[in-house]
């Protein structure tokens, strides 16, 4: 599938990430920052600079903020702080927990975001791609953002699969892997469209790679894969099963599509 270059990709944030819903409701001050700010204004820097390429730019972000049984007053305080921190938001859905699926569906959601990994794993059992958010050491930073792609899920073929095995992962997990790889790819593709509009220098798109279980020939097969998808990334990292967690850290990206795959090496 060739990505529409009219087509909007989105994007689909817990409101319990974007602020910090556990304090600070009962009085006039906007709601603290969450996990998520620096993801959303990271988001409006690269719509900004679409347009200014070209003012008639339908390629772009549109992020829904989704609420999960959310009180009417945290609504209330949800809408002015959005407004108090002049946050670009698409959409406000609230919606009960037992139709959270269905609404990221009935939105066309091309990606569902949390920090909650029990979210994320409820919108992938709906279909719905859907990503890890990280926290930000420098919320201030948030003109670029970065999104790191597995490099074990996109480079999977059906030789790794035995050596997942022998990783200690069972058939059901490698078989949500497999399936993660083709939701990976619709927003791969629009993400790589996306950056091809930017020059090499100055992109406030950043895109890395990063195998952890895999080996060079992996990670080698994930590169080829993605710029058959038409994705050249900024960066790309193989650890051979090294910890990836002092990596993280330096790399600070905002999204970490890895279905889970690095969990295991930090236990």
């Known amino acids: 599938m060739d990505p529409q270059s009219d087509c909007t990709l989105v994007t689909a944030v817990s409101c319990h990430d ?17 996990t998520a700010f620096a993801f959303i204004k990271a988001v409006q820097s690269v719509n900004e600079r679409l347009v200014k390429l070209s ?26 702080s959005a407004k108090y921190y002049d946050l670009e ?49 420098d919320q201030q930073v948030q003109n670029q953002l970065k999104v790191l792609f597995s490099g074990d899920l996109i480079g999977l ?3 790794s699969t035995e050596y997942l095995k022998d990783l200690g992962f069972n058939d059901v997990q490698i078989h949500n892997f497999k399936a993660a790889k083709g939701r990976i790819q619709e927003f791969a ?13 100055d992109s406030p798109l950043h895109t890395i790679l990063m195998t952890v279980w ?13 710029r058959a998808w038409g994705l050249d990334v900024d960066e790309a990292f193989c650890l051979a099963g090294a910890p990836c967690t002092p990596i993280l850290t330096v790399l600070q990206p905002h999204i970490l599509w890895d279905d889970g795959l690095h969990n295991l090496k930090e236990t």
């Open 157 to 159: 073929t059906e030789d």
């Open 214 to 226: 895999g080996s060079r020939d992996i990670c080698a097969t994930a590169l080829k894969t993605l």
């Open 189 to 201: 593709m629009l993400i790589g469209e996306m950056r091809r509009r930017f020059g090499c220098e």
């Open 18 to 34: 974007i602020f910090d819903l556990q304090t600070g409701q009962s009085d006039s001050s906007p709601l603290a920052k969450g």
């Open 55 to 80: 003012e008639k730019q339908t390629l772009l972000f549109e992020v829904i903020l989704l609420g999960k049984d959310c009180e009417e007053q945290a609504k209330s305080k949800i809408f002015d």
């Open 89 to 137: 938001i698409g959409k406000f859905c609230f919606c009960s927990k037992e139709k959270f699926e269905r609404t990221l569906q009935e939105n066309h959601v091309k990606l569902f975001l949390s920090s909650d990994r029990d979210d994320v794993h409820s919108a992938l059992k709906a279909g719905v791609p859907a990503a890890l958010l990280c926290q930000q050491a």
